[in-house]
């Protein structure tokens, strides 16, 4: 629980300002059980949360960083609360915004060891995809090679536990494959616009 705040935690922010900045953060973070770190320097509300962050143009009082579970920032993402602008609060050991509210701290939670991903089936993997391509005549031995050379290249760009991203890239690439976009270009660009987003 936290104590009463002296001086008050209060803040105004334009919903137009703060949506897009929760749904950067909450796509970024899916469901990692990540707490948020919400703080106020300069005119800048500054939500951070694993490895995003998020700012938005924000006036009032808010002294020192508060934590919020990152569920706040996945609600709030999802639905903004009626009202605009939308005021931010701490009152009784709970982050506000507007009338919607989750217990907060003035230090992050202890976060829990992320466990290991499970490891990757390559022989699995080759063998979907040669069903997948085997209409265009490509063979598992063929993409056994393929995954020798891209180890032999380093460390893959892709992670196993960024499945939505994959699948959303793969979207984009069977469109734009005809005019010459490759993978690892939009890749680049997903990477640059998560990087650079709120500056």
Same mark, same amino acid.
């Given at each position: 629980?936290?104590? &009463?705040s ?22 970024a ?22 490895? @995003? ?10 002294? /020192? ?14 639905? /903004?609360?009626?009202?605009d ?21 003035w230090?992050?939670?202890? &976060? ?20 997948? /391509? ?14 020798s ?9 892709? @992670? ?28 680049? /660009? ?10």
């Amino acid at each position: 629980m936290m104590p &009463q705040s002296d001086p008050p935690y209060e803040l105004d922010v334009s919903r137009a300002d703060l949506a897009p900045a929760l749904k950067i953060i909450a796509r970024a973070i899916g469901k990692r059980p990540v707490d948020a770190r919400v703080r106020f320097e300069d005119g800048w509300l500054s939500i951070e949360a694993g490895d @995003a962050m998020g700012d938005a143009p924000a006036h009032g009082t808010w002294p /020192l960083p508060i934590f919020v579970a990152a569920s706040w920032v996945r609600r709030l993402a999802k639905r /903004l609360p009626a009202g605009d602008p939308i005021h931010m609060r701490v009152d009784a050991g709970r982050l506000y915004a507007n009338r919607y509210s989750e217990p907060c701290a003035w230090t992050p939670r202890a &976060q829990p060891i992320p466990a290991e991903p499970p490891p990757i089936d390559e022989n699995f993997l080759i063998l979907e995809a040669a069903r997948i /391509l085997k209409p265009l005549r490509v063979r598992s031995s063929d993409l056994e090679d393929l995954v020798s050379e891209a180890r032999s290249r380093g460390a893959a760009s892709w @992670a196993v536990d960024e499945k939505k991203i994959i699948a959303l890239v793969a979207k984009a690439w069977a469109l734009l494959a005809p005019v010459g976009v490759e993978t690892a270009d939009l890749r680049r /660009l997903v990477n640059d616009a998560v990087r650079n987003a709120w500056k």
